[in-house]
């Protein structure tokens, strides 16, 4: 009698496995049964010591022709601290103070001194590269690994409130479900997810620069930080030439900014060539609120400022008298010799993205966005803020 065989046999591939129980175990748990292989157990009894049934233990250890897999031997090597184990995962999910701790610094509102909220801006997306994104967004927005850092300050005997910033990342991956890269872009400084080539832009030297205020003058406690009181100093440009003056100390990263409101009959006509700035950050009214800025500080914190040599600052021998600060001016296409202000106005770009009219923030809205960038813990401090590091100069 010719028995038939089926198609499936008739094709040459080898049989299908059983499905058999479904794959509710963990690594965690292959690991621990591995384990109890190689200390002399039974595959019975190594499956119910680690919580599964008899017939899966039978399965793994079938499937893997008695050997513990590659991935669960002693001699491999352990997994990357980035991934989360689903124990972790949990954690992370039942900790509620953690939880609350990690959401509010990353989508937190900049709130004034006074505890009112201040509106930021609807700035949505334009171009073809940026594709379905959400519009940015005007927030604290602490990056992971800012949080990570700071809760060993804020929490330093709770041993509850730790977490990695690739903890943080990976939980909201998985709460997300894909949607992490669109969530964090709305709260990027930048603005984009990949770095953009810098613009080639060719400076000409200023009439007002001499040999003697250039930065290679400059004292060497401001190269070395080791003393505070010398500031870096720039304008961040927004829509329809509105500016807003930036301050950072290079010893604390503290910031100030200036506000630089828009003159009258600013629009009401045709710009006139060389006439009177009515942007509001020609040079008269930056040295005006650079002068009424600083000096609120005491006078050891008034040692220096470096600036580039853009022409709001040809009045720079008036802001000595005024201000008691000597000034002096970068190389021409040196923004490196500004670092700390440089990093500063990339983290401003959160608060004020660019694309936005920047005459539209009140001088209370522009010193709300500086008291929150002010209690940002920084990576270079040791994870304390600026304003805390200003103070323990102070004391």
Known sequence: ???????????????????????????????????????????????????????VGTRWFRKAGGMPPA????????????YL????????????????????????????????????????????????????????????????????????????????????????????RGVLRRELTACLRTGRALRMPRARVGRRGKSFVSPEIMISQRPAEA???????????????????????TLV?????????????????????????????????????????????IITLPEELRRSLTWDQGAEMAQHARLKIDAGVQVYFCDPQSPWQRGSNENTNGLLRQYFPKGTDLSAYSADAIAAVAATLNSRPRKTLGWKTPAEALDEWLR
Do not use: C
Request: proline share 7%; net charge positive.
């Open 1 to 55: 009698m010719r028995v038939r065989k089926r198609r499936s046999h008739r094709s040459g591939r080898a049989p299908l496995l059983s499905p058999g129980r479904p794959p509710v175990s963990s690594r965690d748990e292959r690991r621990r049964f591995w384990s109890a292989i190689v200390a002399g157990m039974s595959s019975e009894d190594a499956a119910v010591a680690v919580g599964v049934s008899q017939a």
């Open 71 to 82: 991935m669960f031997r002693s001699s491999a090597k352990p997994l990357s601290g980035r």
């Open 85 to 176: 184990s689903l124990p972790e995962r949990e954690e992370i999910a039942v900790n509620s103070a953690l939880r609350t701790y990690v959401e509010e610094r990353l989508a937190g509102i900049v709130v004034a001194p006074s505890g009112m909220r201040i509106p930021g801006p609807t700035v949505a997306w334009k171009g073809r590269l940026h594709g379905p994104r959400q519009d940015r967004r005007w927030a604290k927005a602490w990056s992971p690994e800012q949080i990570a850092r700071r809760l060993l300050i804020d929490f330093p005997e709770d041993m509850t409130m730790r977490i990695s910033h690739e903890a943080i990342y990976q939980a909201l991956f998985v709460q997300g």
């Open 249 to 293: 100390e290079r010893t604390t990263r503290f910031t100030m900014l200036l506000h630089l409101p828009r003159l009258s009959g600013h629009g009401d006509a045709p710009r006139t060539k060389n006439g009177p700035a009515l942007a509001g950050h020609g040079a008269e009214a930056v040295r005006s609120a650079i002068t009424r800025t």
């Open 223 to 245: 190269a070395d930080r080791a003393v505070p009181g010398h500031w870096e100093g720039d304008l961040i440009l927004g829509l329809g030439s509105s500016a807003i003056g």
